[in-house]
Each structure stands twice: as C-alpha cells, then as structure tokens.
C-alpha cells in the first residue's frame, strides 16, 4: 500500500516562503500523477496543484505565480513552493496521489506576523 507524508508545515509570515514535501513509498511513483489540496477551517478541501507523471502543471488561480509544484521521481518525492504567501493560503495542505486516490495525513501551514 501507498503512503503519503507531508512535512514542511509551519509559522510563515505574510509575504515569506515556505516549501512542503510530499514523500511516497513504493516504486511506482514515478506513474503517479499527483496533487497538493488544502483546506482551512469552515471549507472545503481544494485544488492548490497538481503534477502529471511527465511533469505538466497545473494550479489554482489563487496561487498562480506564487506557488510552484514540482517533483523529484529519485526521491519519491513531490513540491510545493510557496512564495509571497498571504494570510488566505493558511490552512492544512494535503497531497494526493490522483491515480490512487490516496492522501497523506497534511501539514498546517499557519500565516502570521
């Protein structure tokens, strides 16, 4: 079975940068197309990013031009970089293998100064 976990989370002011990891176990992540989601109290969880297995991107118009998925197969591991963050982009971030339907447990990201 697939396992997702998500570090990186933390106290970021607003305007700094953070960068979540999402590593993967198994052999297969390579195949995976995968995804970072997030979801503050009250709402329900969206689409931050997502990352096809050849490396296409695509994001939410929230985050365009601040934040940058990426991945590193060698690692197991998929990125999300986080700049200019605003006060709205606080909440827990997920990561999401989509061919999988498997999460991981999250990481808050709290924005403060």
């Known amino acids: 079975q697939v396992q997702l976990v998500e570090s990186g989370g933390g106290l970021v002011q607003p305007g700094g940068s953070l960068r979540l990891s999402c590593a993967a176990s198994?052999?297969?992540?390579?195949?995976?197309?995968m995804a970072w989601y997030r979801q503050a109290p009250g709402t329900q969880r969206e689409l931050v990013a997502s990352i096809t297995s050849l490396g296409t991107t695509t994001y939410a118009v929230a985050v365009k031009g601040r934040f940058t998925v990426s991945r590193d197969n060698a690692k197991n591991t998929m990125y999300l970089q986080m700049n200019s963050v605003k006060p709205e982009d606080a909440a827990v971030y997920y990561c999401?293998?989509?061919?999988?339907?498997?999460w991981g447990q999250g990481t808050q990201v709290t924005v403060s100064s």
């Open positions: 198994g052999s297969a992540f390579r195949t995976y197309a």
């Open positions: 999401c293998a989509l061919n999988r339907g498997i």
